[in-house]
């Protein structure tokens, strides 16, 4: 079945990393993603990764996929007051349409 | 490139009525496009799928009498709640996706119910 989980909270100071750890369990997985939410505001897609590879860079992002364990992590490196958001990890699943299935989401909090 | 609206933004209706939420690709011709639903600190949850000219697929426990989803073009789905009820408020989401892998999401609807 499809369940991606995600620990509920992160706080970090500024200019530290910040780790946002993902577990999901179907192993069919295509493409796993990280979307950034702001209050009030809509998905914005922040990276996706495909399922056979282990990492990805971009800037200050970097996606780090474990499949045997089916472990998904984001680091953002120098964390900003502007990277305060939600962050859900999602997966998608093959088929016609690749349904994407969301995490629970997890609310970082950058301390100045 | 790759915007998608919604319109309207934010809605307060009545008990017992009905409101249509538009879902618009304003820069691509969207294949698919799909309806979440979120509730407050809650994560999204897919309610339906609508692929152009075709009837909408529907998630399990989703009343598709209740959340009629019409996909007329390639770049618009409307979403009508019908006799909306207080426990239909939440923020209604939809997102499109053309050929490729990216699901392009648009800023959400609020709707709250009296």
């Known amino acids: 079945g499809e369940d991606v989980e995600q620990s509920l909270f992160l706080s970090v100071r500024e200019g530290d990393s910040s780790v946002i750890n993902c577990t999901y369990t179907?192993?069919?997985?295509?493409?796993l993603y990280w979307y950034k939410q702001e209050p009030g505001a809509g998905l914005q897609l922040l990276t996706y990764?495909?399922?056979?590879?282990d990492m990805k860079q971009d800037q200050r992002l970097t996606v780090l996929l474990n499949k045997k364990d089916k472990h998904l992590s984001l680091r953002i490196a120098d964390t900003q007051t502007g990277d305060s958001a939600i962050y859900f990890c999602?997966?998608?699943?093959?088929?016609?349409?690749?349904?994407?299935?969301f995490g629970t989401g997890t609310k970082l909090q950058v301390i100045p | 490139g790759a915007v998608v609206s919604q319109h309207p933004s934010w809605v307060i209706c009545k008990s017992g009525t009905s409101v249509k939420i538009e879902c618009r690709s304003l820069?691509?011709?969207?294949?698919?496009m799909f309806w979440y639903r979120q509730f407050p600190k809650q994560s999204l949850m897919l309610m339906a799928t609508?692929?152009?000219?075709?009837?909408?697929?529907?998630e399990q426990g989703v009343e598709k009498d209740k959340f009629l989803i019409n996909h007329a073009s390639l770049t618009l789905s409307t979403l009508t709640v019908t006799s909306a009820h207080p426990e239909d408020s939440s923020f209604y989401i939809c997102?499109?996706?053309?050929?490729?892998?990216?699901?392009?999401f648009g800023p959400g609807t609020r709707l709250t119910v009296l």
């Open positions: 999602a997966e998608s699943l093959p088929g016609g349409y690749q349904k994407v299935t």
């Open positions: 609508s692929n152009e000219g075709s009837k909408a697929t529907y």
């Open positions: 997102s499109a996706r053309t050929q490729g892998l990216s699901q392009f």
């Open positions: 990764i495909f399922s056979n590879m």
């Open positions: 179907d192993s069919s997985s295509t493409y």
């Open positions: 820069d691509f011709q969207a294949t698919t």
